[in-house]
């Protein structure tokens, strides 16, 4: 398709709501060749497609591999690639445990959530397809469509402390990856193929970030021929066909007319700072907490929040089954810091309202747990805290012991600035539409 006729002024436009539309897409390839591209075990969560990879513990305070990683649950992970066949996911009974199998497409999107909330804790068995996939289902099987050939699963099971490693550990054995042709045949392991040309060291999100336009919409391209664009995408398709990116097609910057080519360059750098300058303001703030609630997991066609959640949290969960209230500043408007001692103070009538349970983790400022002499990260509702006599709940967030018959309720924080990451595990209605927020984190005199 012919690309003179379109001034650059418009293309440039356009070209920036493409970057935006396609960087989900991007970063979720980058962080699949390398977190597939290497043995079963020789890396943190890394291993082979069409297998689980499982954590058997929480990190300890000096390995930094992911941050803002949580302490509430051990992880289970696999990338499914449907291009060849499709693939039955199996859960084991995880006798009344909390667990999730979050489901995501290419574009970040969760189509499916097997788990505790949606389909119980029993025995779970799920035939995740391709698109136009037919076939014959199983029986006992429970189908689930993917919208893309590739998908991430993220499995969580809850875990209350080290103490719970074992019990947990057995349940991570449970959760299988099969192809439809093996399913009940003996479990044959995968093969892996190394591509020495993958980027195992960069970040994905420096990758995606740091990619000049030519490649990048070259790349999405390609991508887009195995991931078609979601059923509600086709006005921006319609678009990007005037700058010669059209589904099934790759793309050829060279044969761009010159002023299309220029509009083109300048896209990444002005959508970026498109999605920083919009990112302070894309939950709604209450008591100095960033609610965000809205649309995640499944965004519709509000593709720049897509976008930055890619950027800055990949892989985020449906509201339903957890949210993530990250605190921004005390009581004061301050940010938190070791050199203060601060409190976070629950009624009784007002605990965090949830189906499952709550926590409260310290990072530092890169988002990092923070070692301590209690070797203690969060603070978890399964904890055997020290109530009030009313039934409230104080919780302490310093530097130093608020004192023997409260350290049961402490947090240890570093010297200098922290924050903190409220999450809340199958929310009840009062915390998603925002009848209920977390009390503000009160800054001692």
């Known amino acids: 398709m012919t690309t003179d006729t379109i001034s650059e002024q418009e293309a440039h436009e356009i070209a920036v709501d493409a970057y935006i539309y396609f960087y989900p897409l991007v970063s979720m390839d980058i962080t699949r060749l390398q977190s597939t591209n290497i043995e079963a075990g ?99 099987v429970s189908h689930l469509p993917a919208p893309t050939s590739y998908v991430w699963i993220i499995g969580r099971t809850r875990t209350d402390g080290p103490a719970d490693y074992d019990a947990v550990n057995k349940i991570q054995a449970g959760y299988t990856v099969s192809s439809l042709s093996g399913w009940g ?46 059923i509600t995408d086709q006005p921006i398709v319609a678009r990007m066909k005037r700058i010669g990116i059209e589904p099934g097609k790759s793309f050829d910057f060279d044969k761009l007319a010159p002023a299309v080519q220029k509009a083109l360059a300048s896209a990444p750098e002005d959508a970026q700072q498109i999605m920083k300058w919009k990112f302070p303001t894309l939950a709604r703030v209450a008591n100095g907490w960033s609610m965000n609630t809205d649309t995640m997991g499944v965004y519709g066609n509000y593709y720049l929040k897509r976008a930055i959640v890619s950027q800055v949290g990949l892989g985020a969960n449906l509201a339903e089954d957890a949210i993530y209230p990250l605190n921004l500043a005390d009581d004061t408007g301050a940010p938190l810091t070791g050199a203060n001692r601060y409190t976070i103070h629950f009624d009784k009538s007002s605990m965090p309202p949830v189906n499952v349970f709550w926590s409260i983790t310290l990072y530092d400022d890169d988002g990092f747990q923070v070692a301590n002499v209690l070797d203690r990260f969060a603070l978890s509702s399964w904890m055997p805290f020290e109530t009030n006599a009313d039934g409230s709940l104080d919780l302490y967030f310093q530097k130093e012991s608020p004192g023997r018959d409260k350290d049961a309720n402490w947090l240890p924080a570093p010297q200098g600035g922290f924050n903190l990451t409220m999450r809340l595990y199958g929310p009840k209605s009062e915390a998603l539409t925002g009848r209920w927020n977390p009390p503000p984190v009160v800054k001692a005199l």
């Open 42 to 140: 020789k890396k943190f969560g890394r291993g082979p497609m069409n297998m689980f990879i499982n954590i058997p513990a929480y990190p300890p305070a000096d390995v930094k591999v992911v941050v803002r990683v949580n302490f509430d649950t051990l992880y289970s992970v696999a990338w499914l690639d449907l291009t060849k066949e499709a693939q039955i996911v199996s859960s084991p009974d995880t006798q009344g445990r909390y667990y999730l199998l979050p489901m995501l497409d290419m574009w970040t999107d969760v189509f499916a959530s097997p788990g505790s909330r949606t389909t119980g804790t029993g025995v779970g068995n799920f035939l995740v397809t391709p698109p136009g996939w037919v076939g014959k289902i199983p029986e006992g």
């Open 185 to 230: 045949k003996p479990t044959v392991p995968m093969a892996t193929k190394i591509d020495p040309a993958v980027d195992m060291e960069t970040p994905p999100k420096t990758q995606a970030d740091t990619m000049p336009a030519t490649r990048f919409f070259t790349y999405a391209a390609e991508l887009l021929k195995l991931h078609p664009p979601h």
